[in-house]
């Protein structure tokens, strides 16, 4: 059932059974689905393509949908370009994942093959080796015995026979103990990591070659070089971008510090205006109070002298309250006294009150 769904999806999608307005809304944006196998649009599944099927190094099969209908949407889309370099950086790495796993076995073989060599010179052939040696050595020896035994009894024909099978069973132990001897080398696949086979060098590398394994990781080393090539010129793209809107963000930061630099140099000449305004204003009070003062001054000394002019400086208790009375209606003038006090209109009228003064002492006495 799960395959024929997936085979109904990758052919017509798999919003297929949605109704109209939901169809229309998905349509040309259905490849960027969860269910939709990513490295197949890009052109690439390990997985989907069974590279090891039924080897030591099966990557088991792909569970999403490879949709044809999908790679072409995915083809179609002007979003093309920005899911592709994201879809490639993920592969890249699986990818660089499968071929650190070819290195290791690279590696794991070349160490097998060292600590086989290394044995061969401390003690000779494997247990293995030893193992099958003697048996044949063992099976030699028993045909020899019987060829005897025949030969005595007088069945010379089957003393002959079993003579003959025992020198092939010595000289194959001796031949199998010489190779066991040999020292292993350049065995091992550089691309793939697989021991080759002995004998024949260059039919075990052609059959080699020709098997799944060494295939599919070819395929793969393939791959990878081509998408770590892509993936470059995105980085060093992605890179001038950044770099862009760096400079875009210094230029905008300089703007805004040569606007506060003009802010500020246009302050002390602001701050300097208004203090040379209140300077002013302030020599303007002075000058008031100045003024106000000197007056003041000048009218007490006019009082002075009518006292002084009428010869008589005893005061009662009632022309104190009288002249204070008359203070008190000069002082609503103060201001006018002021501004008249360098004019002679004003000493003229504080000659005049000091006349009435007077007449006004002469006519009590």
Same mark, same amino acid.
């Given at each position: 059932?799960d395959?024929?769904?997936?085979l109904?999806?990758?052919?017509?999608? $798999?919003?297929?059974?949605?109704?109209?307005?939901?169809?229309?809304?998905?349509?040309?944006?259905?490849?960027?689905?969860d269910? +939709?196998?990513?490295?197949h649009?890009?052109?690439?599944c390990?997985?989907?393509?069974?590279?090891?099927? $039924?080897?030591?190094?099966?990557?088991?099969?792909?569970?999403?949908?490879h949709?044809?209908?999908?790679k072409?949407?995915?083809?179609? $889309?002007?979003?093309?370009?920005?899911?592709?370099?994201? #879809?490639?950086?993920?592969?890249k790495?699986?990818?660089?994942?499968?071929?650190?796993?070819?290195?290791? #076995?690279?590696?794991?073989?070349?160490?097998?093959?060292?600590?086989?060599?290394?044995?061969?010179?401390?003690?000779?052939p494997?247990?293995?080796?030893?193992?099958?040696?003697?048996?044949?050595n063992d099976?030699?020896?028993e045909?020899? !015995?019987?060829?005897?035994?025949?030969?005595? !009894?007088g069945?010379?024909?089957?003393?002959?026979?079993?003579?003959?099978?025992?020198?092939?069973?010595?000289?194959?132990?001796?031949?199998?103990?010489?190779?066991?001897?040999?020292?292993?080398?350049?065995?091992?696949?550089?691309?793939?990591?697989?021991?080759?086979?002995?004998?024949?060098?260059?039919?075990?590398?052609?059959?080699?070659?020709?098997g799944?394994?060494h295939?599919?990781?070819?395929?793969i080393?393939? #791959?990878?070089?081509?998408?770590?090539?892509?993936?470059?010129a995105?980085d +060093?793209?992605?890179?001038?971008?950044?770099? !862009?809107?760096?400079?875009?963000?210094?230029?905008?930061s300089? $703007?805004?510090r040569?606007?506060r630099?003009?802010?500020?140099?246009?302050?002390?000449?602001?701050?300097?205006?208004?203090?040379?305004?209140?300077?002013?204003?302030?020599?303007g009070?002075r000058?008031?109070?100045?003024?106000?003062d000197?007056?003041?001054?000048?009218?007490?000394?006019?009082?002075?002298?009518?006292?002084?002019?009428?010869?008589?400086?005893?005061?009662?208790?009632?022309?104190?309250?009288?002249?204070?009375?008359?203070?008190?209606?000069r002082?609503?003038? /103060?201001?006018?006294d002021?501004?008249?006090?360098?004019?002679?209109?004003?000493?003229?009228?504080?000659?005049g /009150?000091?006349?009435?003064?007077?007449?006004?002492?002469? /006519?009590?006495?």
């Amino acid at each position: 059932m799960d395959d024929a769904r997936k085979l109904l999806d990758s052919l017509m999608g $798999s919003h297929r059974n949605s109704d109209r307005k939901t169809f229309m809304a998905k349509k040309g944006q259905g490849f960027k689905e969860d269910n +939709i196998c990513k490295y197949h649009l890009i052109g690439f599944c390990p997985q989907y393509e069974e590279l090891f099927h $039924s080897t030591k190094r099966d990557l088991g099969h792909c569970t999403k949908v490879h949709s044809e209908a999908m790679k072409e949407e995915f083809e179609a $889309s002007p979003e093309k370009e920005r899911y592709q370099a994201d #879809w490639e950086r993920k592969l890249k790495a699986y990818l660089e994942d499968l071929v650190r796993g070819a290195d290791d #076995w690279v590696a794991r073989e070349r160490r097998n093959i060292a600590d086989a060599n290394r044995m061969l010179e401390e003690g000779g052939p494997n247990e293995v080796a030893r193992g099958e040696i003697k048996k044949l050595n063992d099976s030699a020896a028993e045909l020899l !015995a019987a060829a005897e035994n025949d030969a005595e !009894a007088g069945n010379i024909q089957e003393s002959k026979m079993k003579a003959e099978k025992a020198e092939d069973l010595k000289k194959k132990a001796t031949e199998y103990e010489d190779k066991a001897k040999l020292a292993r080398i350049d065995d091992v696949c550089e691309v793939c990591g697989s021991r080759m086979e002995s004998g024949d060098v260059t039919y075990a590398r052609f059959k080699h070659q020709e098997g799944k394994v060494h295939v599919g990781y070819v395929k793969i080393r393939e #791959w990878l070089a081509e998408l770590r090539t892509r993936v470059r010129a995105y980085d +060093i793209r992605d890179e001038k971008e950044n770099e !862009a809107k760096r400079e875009a963000r210094r230029e905008r930061s300089r $703007s805004r510090r040569g606007d506060r630099d003009r802010e500020r140099t246009k302050e002390p000449k602001d701050r300097d205006t208004g203090g040379r305004a209140a300077e002013r204003a302030d020599r303007g009070d002075r000058g008031d109070r100045d003024r106000g003062d000197r007056g003041d001054r000048d009218r007490d000394r006019d009082r002075a002298a009518g006292r002084h002019r009428s010869g008589d400086d005893s005061r009662r208790p009632h022309d104190d309250r009288d002249d204070r009375d008359r203070r008190g209606d000069r002082g609503g003038d /103060r201001g006018r006294d002021h501004r008249d006090d360098r004019g002679g209109d004003g000493d003229r009228d504080r000659r005049g /009150r000091g006349g009435g003064r007077r007449e006004y002492e002469e /006519r009590r006495r």
